[in-house]
């Protein structure tokens, strides 16, 4: 498709019995339906799944958050919840 408007052009050239530089060819190139409709779904799905994602981060850090204000240390909020500390000291000051 990138060198279908030089060939339009060429053949209108042709056809014409002109010389190329004197012609001008605008090509319109529609995608297929059902592979638009496919195409704006996955799109969709990204969105969804960086929705999503954004959303689980923020259950963390209240997990996080109610596991610190019951007493419960950041050492053992880790062992709790099977992450390390040091993932637990970031969700701690992402908050």
């Known amino acids: ?5 030089g060939a339009a ?12 530089d004197s012609v001008n ?3 319109t190139v529609h995608m ?5 409709e496919i195409w704006d779904a996955s799109a969709t799905r990204e ?3 960086r929705t999503a994602v954004k959303e689980a981060a923020q259950l963390k850090r209240a997990a996080v958050q109610a596991l610190t204000a019951k007493g419960i240390t ?3 909020a880790a062992l ?4 390390s500390a040091q993932r637990i000291n970031q969700l701690v000051h992402e908050s």
């Open 1 to 5: 498709m990138s060198e279908l408007a």
């Open 80 to 83: 709790l919840l099977g992450i």
């Open 74 to 76: 950041q050492r053992d």
């Open 25 to 27: 060819v605008t090509v």
């Open 47 to 49: 969105e969804e799944g």
């Open 9 to 20: 052009r060429d053949v209108a050239a042709l056809w014409l019995d002109v010389d190329k």
């Open 32 to 36: 297929p339906e059902d592979a638009q």
